[in-house]
């Protein structure tokens, strides 16, 4: 069996993350998910003024700063529990969706199709239609991406100041000085981008899309009018099915949203459980539905880089001590592996509409007996669906609600508060603890620390090491199928990934895949 | 002004704190004590990648200023079209740096792409070094542009805008 090192080009600093991929018979028989980069992020805040998380914390990302800032700023109302006005609730939900939304299309067109132009594909019907939406700087779709996407941007730019890095999320609101005028441009910004979304990446309506209810009605919607099949979702489909994207990539099964997007009292939207946030919070597996309780969530660092504890700590608890001298044995990565009442579980646009409990998208799961990469992608196209119209619907309340945008002088206390919410690739937490006015503790869960863990005390592969298990690697030289399947949880880093042989462990060197 | 209504930009790129690549942020600090001409706009680029297509999009004329590697130091340069465009800048990443920017710049934004071009200097951000490629950068946002149309094939191509 041959050994080849493969490196799959991913946004964020590059090579901070390693995927080793042990390959036997063609196919993929273990995984190793190495987090290579240590931040510390959470060290920098121990010490500082509560506040100082604000300015810190989005920092840890580019893409999905505004997610940090809103959980950061949840965690500080949760300190003090203070109420947030109406209004700032809409405010802040306006920007986590922008962010949101313009990820998911640079994700789908920039990165994600982008494998679909991959010789790999040369000889599918499909490829020279692939080329020609997807071409790294050339295609059509991606073109457009790069165009929508920092337009929608504007929304937090205008609602927050700046975008990344805004620190305009405050205990008790936003600090934002907005009124009809900067709603005014939101409003252009918005249905500009709806109606990019509906004519090119849906070919319908939001609503139709919203109508579809299982898999014979995406059937028959993908026939249905040339302008469907013709929109990027369904080339998705098409492309998909032919070349089995539907059977790949189904990890352990265990799906986690710690539930976003709080809905203002009075606000005409409405949640899909009736509950008091758009995007609710569950658990969903194989054993079954269940309520989401974060005092469950616990880090494992057995097979980390970092001073040891055994068996998992809550993040209220934990602490990040970094410790490597080369000799660590099985220890292979920076990244904790957070696992839920020791379950290790997927985030991302997959587990909210799971959890949410889309028709469409549960129904295809159930057919195919578990996640995979065409589900777990098609969640994210379809999200907007869900988004959007709310977006509209918020903008239009703001500014009728008479309790302003912040509650001024609230006050910061000893204590510890919580922050969580759905940034661009899932669950996002802040856990806080303050002792004589400093920020004594603070703990950081990101999404793709979920996604992309290590094994845990118990050796359980993390979600995708585990989603990589089984998939076909048919040219060692050019295995696009393994950055498909890591591709589907859109990773907030750069990945290299490394192929070995399952019997000897060397590696040949790198492949940009 | 704002940015959306000046023609001529100097976009300063690079990280402040890191030796070696802080050239861009030490010209805009030297750049910025002083008055430019009207519709001008002096922009600290930082790392802000992708982003800049916003500080991009309406404007005629784009210099920005970077950090060179693999040319001889303390000298300031004009890239030539050819290098700035070189490499294999496809892939929407981190490491896609100011060749992918340029490219994007063809296709990301809402106007005409700008008429632009690249100066800096490698090695040490030494005083002399930082107001030489100041002044190269004045002299490049100088130029006129071309009235013929812009097209965005020109603008990878390698004639001088």
């Known amino acids: 069996m041959g050994v080849r090192t493969i490196e799959v080009p991913l946004n964020r600093v590059e090579g901070d993350l390693e995927i ?40 840890i990302c ?43 299309i640079r994700h789908a067109f920039l990165l994600f199709a982008a494998d679909f132009a991959n010789a790999a594909y040369e000889r599918q019907p499909l490829y020279a239609e692939a080329v020609r939406r997807y071409a790294p700087l050339a295609g059509s779709a991606a073109a457009a991406a790069l165009r929508e996407s920092r337009k929608l941007l504007e929304i937090i730019a205008i609602l927050g100041g700046q975008w990344p890095h805004s620190s305009f999320m405050v205990p008790g609101g936003v600090a934002s000085v907005v009124g009809p005028i900067e709603y005014l441009q939101c409003r252009h910004v918005l249905t500009r981008f709806r109606n990019y979304y509906e004519s090119d990446v849906l070919g319908c309506s939001l609503e139709r899309i919203a109508s579809l209810r299982c898999a014979g009605d995406l059937d028959a919607w993908l026939d249905e009018e040339p302008a469907h099949r013709d929109s990027e979702l369904g080339f998705y489909v098409r492309f998909a099915r032919a070349t089995g994207l539907d059977g790949i990539g189904r990890g352990h099964g265990e799906l986690i949203s710690y539930g976003s997007l709080d809905i203002p009292e009075g606000s005409a ?14 658990i969903v597996g194989d054993g079954g539905a269940l309520p989401f309780d974060q005092r469950e969530i616990s880090e494992h660092i ?46 991302g646009p997959l587990a909210e509409a799971l ?58 206390r000893d204590g510890e508060g919580v922050g969580l919410g759905e940034a661009a690739r899932g669950a996002l937490g802040h856990w806080l603890r303050v002792e004589a006015g400093r920020i004594s503790r603070y703990q950081v869960i990101t999404p793709t620390a979920w996604n992309g863990s290590p094994r845990d005390a118990a050796d359980v592969r993390g979600p995708w090491e585990q989603a990589l298990c089984g998939t076909e690697v048919g040219d060692l030289d050019n295995p696009v199928a393994v950055g498909h399947v890591v591709r589907s949880f859109d990773p907030c880093l750069v990945c290299t990934v490394h192929a070995l042989d399952a019997g000897n462990g060397k590696s040949k060197g790198r492949l940009r895949i | 002004m704002n940015s959306a209504s000046a023609s001529v930009r100097i976009i300063c790129i690079g990280n402040r704190l890191v030796a070696g690549d802080d050239l861009g942020p030490c010209v805009y600090d030297w750049l910025a004590r002083y008055p430019l001409p009207e519709h ?114 020109r603008n990878l191509s390698n004639t001088p805008g």
């Open chain 1, 355 to 412: 959890v949410a409990g889309h028709p469409l998208v549960t129904d295809l799961v159930a057919r195919h007996g578990g996640p995979n990469v065409f589900v777990r992608h098609l969640a994210r196209l379809l999200r907007a669906a869900t988004l959007l119209p709310a977006m509209d619907t918020w903008l239009s309340e703001l500014g009728k609600d008479a309790g302003g945008l912040v509650v001024h002088d609230v006050k910061l």
């Open chain 1, 302 to 347: 057995a097979h980390s880089w970092l001073v040891g504890y055994e068996g998992g700590m809550h993040p209220s608890t934990g602490v990040t001590e970094p410790y490597a001298t080369g000799a660590e044995g099985d220890r292979y990565s920076w990244c904790k592996a957070p696992r839920y009442a020791g379950r290790a579980a997927e985030v």
């Open chain 2, 40 to 153: 001008w706009r002096l922009i600290d680029g930082g790392l802000q990648g992708l982003n800049l297509l916003g500080s991009v999009d309406g404007a005629r004329r784009v210099v920005f200023v970077d950090a060179l590697t693999g040319v001889a130091p303390s000298r300031a340069i004009r890239v030539s079209r050819k290098r700035a465009l070189g490499g294999d800048p496809r892939h929407f990443d981190h490491g896609a740096g100011l060749s992918y920017l340029l490219r994007a710049m063809a296709v990301g934004c809402d106007e005409p792409p700008p008429a632009w071009s690249v100066v800096g200097a490698a090695g040490p951000a030494a005083a002399a070094v930082v107001q030489a490629v100041a002044a190269l950068a004045l002299s490049e946002a100088a130029r006129p542009v071309r009235r013929c149309r812009r097209t965005a094939a």
């Open chain 1, 62 to 104: 580019g893409m999905c700063s505004t997610g940090h800032l809103y959980t950061a700023a949840r965690a500080l109302d949760d300190l003090t529990g203070v109420a947030v006005p109406p209004d700032a609730v809409r405010v802040r939900n306006l920007a986590l969706m922008a962010e949101n939304l313009q990820s998911d």
């Open chain 1, 20 to 59: 080793r991929v042990a390959v036997a018979d063609g196919r993929v028989v273990d995984a190793w998910s190495a987090g290579t980069m240590f931040r510390g992020f959470e060290r920098m805040l121990v010490g500082r003024a509560p506040m100082d998380g604000l300015v810190i914390t989005p920092r």
């Open chain 1, 269 to 282: 939207v409405s949640a899909p459980d009736r509950g008091r946030q758009l995007v609710p919070a569950g």
